[in-house]
């Protein structure tokens, strides 16, 4: 009896090991993307609506948005929720309207990307809030950007990444817009 326990307990104690398998965390990973910011559609949806855009095909044809470059890196904390620090730049028409003109948008912002899924999976849509801030001219400000996006594992190496954020300013000196972004993440480190 004693030995028929004895294999019982550790068939249970080895299968505890084989399933409890930890998830993977995302390793560090440095990103670059390209964006484009959209202030013409925030504005049209803030002084319409969102259904009123999409009826009346509203939303800015690329033409007419600014693009630019970012870089980004990327820490896992959980299986399930990244670190996000992105620095962007971009060419852009002055997003506040109070002058003409064109001149550098820098923004900087810290995230949490919260995934449906692992990486164990070769696709992850996500949802992203953080903290930022920009910089346009001589005008410094605060933003949230709050945004989707969707994961593309690349054999253990990297991903594909693109999303959309909706940045709202916390400060006068912001507006609000979009930023679109594509890019492409490599594992640095170990």
Known sequence: MKKVFAVLAFACFISTIVFAQNKPIRPKSLGVSFIMNDFATAEKIRTGSLSSVFRDKQWSKLKNMSPGLALTYFKGMTPYADFAGTFA??????????????????????????????????????????????????????????????????????????????????????????????????????
Do not use: C
Not at 122 to 144: D, E, H, M, N, R
């Open 89 to 190: 730049f971009s060419g852009a028409s002055d997003p506040s309207y109070v002058s003409v003109g064109d001149a550098l948008l820098l923004e900087g912002d810290a995230s949490v990307n919260l995934k449906l899924f692992d990486d164990s999976y070769w696709v992850s849509p996500y949802l992203s809030a953080g903290i930022g801030a920009s910089k346009f001219k001589s005008y410094y400000a605060a933003i949230l950007p709050l945004g989707i996006g969707l994961k593309v594992n690349l054999f253990k190496e990297g991903g594909i990444f693109l999303g959309t954020q909706y940045r709202i300013p916390v400060s006068e000196a912001a507006n609000y817009h979009f930023m679109y972004s594509f890019g492409i993440a490599g594992i640095i480190g170990k």
